[in-house]
């Protein structure tokens, strides 16, 4: 079983929808919580960091964090065909620089 | 601040061969992550370079292996390269310091083995 499950879409939505991506995790020493926007042959461009539970707002994007239920989610409001991209999840434990990713979620945004 | 940049950005090279991959951190970052990133494996943690020191390394061969500079240039090797290792090869860069510090990725070296 991998450490972070991310189911990897694709995920279709018509233009202003919202957007609602997750990912579980088995490791309970996660402590720091990424979500990163790939765009295709581009590097990982980072949307969201969040620290234990909570939730955190950035613009269009809400980032949730359930470290009871070893959940994490990405909202997206009035979703825009420039969202069209790869999500991927990303935490780290508080010992070390190394980031375990989820499989990504690809998503597409219809005009 | 100028990002993070890798290069060459692409690469074609075939078994057998050896390769070498650079990347320059964000201006006053010191840690420098290498990343491997395929279809069927996705991202996965190569090593940690901090202060010229290896910090942390994941869960590959012998044939992988890198450097930092004192400058905190890094670059990274694979020899004997096998066709598995066709990959985007991605660098993160971070201050260092305190384990909230976020890692910035650089647009990757594509590789093909052939």
């Known amino acids: 079983q991998k450490e972070v499950e991310q189911d990897p879409g694709p995920l279709s939505v018509p233009e202003g929808a919202i957007v609602s991506l997750n990912c579980t995790y088995s490791n309970s020493a996660f402590q720091y919580f990424m979500w990163y926007r790939q765009y295709s042959r581009k590097g990982p461009e980072l949307l969201m960091y969040?620290?234990?539970?909570g939730n955190k707002e950035d613009g269009r994007f809400t980032a949730q964090v359930d470290k009871s239920s070893k959940y994490i989610s990405l909202f997206i409001r009035d979703s825009q065909p420039s969202d069209s991209a790869t999500y991927l999840c990303a935490m780290k434990t508080d010992s070390s620089y190394k980031l375990i990713f989820g499989s990504g979620t690809r998503l597409l945004v219809r005009p | 601040k100028a990002g993070v940049t890798q290069t060459p950005r692409y690469l074609i090279k075939t078994r057998g061969q050896q390769v070498t991959l650079s990347c320059s951190p964000i201006?006053?970052?010191?840690?420098v992550s290498w990343y491997q990133q395929t279809p069927g494996q996705g991202l996965q943690f190569l090593f940690e370079y901090f202060s010229e020191t290896q910090r942390n390394k994941g869960n590959f061969p012998g044939r992988f292996s890198g450097r930092q500079f004192s400058n905190s240039r890094s670059e990274m090797n694979v020899s004997t390269l096998e066709l598995g290792d066709s990959a985007l090869y991605l660098c993160?860069?971070?201050?260092?310091?305190?384990?909230?510090?976020?890692?910035?990725f650089g647009p990757g070296t594509r590789l093909l083995v052939l």
């Open positions: 201006s006053g970052h010191r840690s």
């Open positions: 969040t620290y234990s539970s």
């Open positions: 993160a860069s971070s201050s260092g310091v305190g384990n909230q510090e976020t890692q910035y």
